[in-house]
């Protein structure tokens, strides 16, 4: 068994985004040289989410719209109270972020065969920034043969 380990960069420009990011793991898979195995991704962040879904741009809206609608950002959450807690002096007020990034999870295990990721028709890695923007790192583990 091998494994081979690589961490993506990746710029986001709004605060709440969806960015499809399987053509990166693609190529990190494809660098690896492992024809059969799994690969990990993880976020690096505690308001950033990874989801396995169509990336469809009415889609990504009506995701954002009802996330936002369950976790709004102007609710008034304890974490907010930046003058009550011990944090740098710009600390952004994100207590919905983290409420969403539980919710979706940090982190997804993609099955590789022959080489590439094992991903269905319509199905796409999507990484969801939550409290951009911001320059995000993910981690990719890929163990296998």
Wanted: glycine letters at 4%; hydrophobic letters at 40%.
């Amino acid at each position: 068994m091998r494994s081979h380990y690589a961490e993506l960069t990746i710029e986001t420009t709004r605060n709440f985004e969806i960015i499809n990011v399987t053509d990166r793991l693609r190529k990190v898979t494809t660098q690896s040289g492992i024809r059969e195995g799994m690969a990990t991704v993880q976020a690096l962040h505690t308001t950033v989410a990874l989801t396995v879904n169509e990336d469809e741009e009415r889609l990504r809206h009506d995701i954002e719209n009802w996330f936002l609608s369950i976790a709004p950002r102007e609710a008034k959450w304890l974490h907010n109270d930046i003058h009550l807690r011990d944090c740098p002096p710009n600390e952004p007020e994100n207590a919905h972020a983290h409420i969403i990034q539980m919710l979706l999870g940090h982190a997804q295990t993609i099955m590789v065969h022959e080489g590439a990721p094992v991903l269905g028709t319509w199905q796409s890695l999507l990484m969801v920034e939550l409290d951009g923007p911001r320059t995000r790192r993910l981690a990719v583990q890929l163990l296998g043969v």
